[in-house]
């Protein structure tokens, strides 16, 4: 599965797709696949707020316990609960129905600090 090039990348494998001042995040193809199969995700709460690398939520595979880093600042405006039944999508479409939350941007500055698909590629090992 190629990298979406219509998003952004953090260092920590986390993607973010911009809608005006609201973006979605999840996690990338190479993290859920590092992971292996996932087992739970535990989502934050409808209007929490977090700051830029702060931890939002973990991820639980049969391998391990991820945690996950917000890419970027915001309020939360909705979390994937279908990931509650079946969080096996995030292995199974991470670009899509296994997006994680959604939230209103703080700072739309924070992007800039973000890899666009190319250099995250180039990022991995």
Do not use: C
């Amino acid at each position: 599965m190629a990298t979406p090039t219509d998003r952004k990348y953090s260092a920590d494998h986390e993607w973010v797709l911009v809608d005006g001042d609201q973006a979605t995040i999840g996690i990338t193809k190479h993290a859920s696949e590092q992971l292996g199969s996932v087992v739970f995700v535990d989502l934050p709460d409808i209007g929490d707020s977090f700051e830029t690398s702060e931890v939002f939520g973990e991820v639980e595979s049969v391998k391990s316990v991820s945690e996950l880093i917000i890419p970027v600042a915001g309020e939360i405006i909705a979390a994937n609960e279908a990931l509650e039944d079946a969080p096996e999508t995030v292995n199974d479409d991470p670009y899509g129905d296994g997006w994680i939350v959604r939230i209103r941007l703080d700072d739309a500055g924070d992007l800039e600090n973000l890899m666009d698909a190319a250099a995250y590629d180039a990022s991995l090992p």
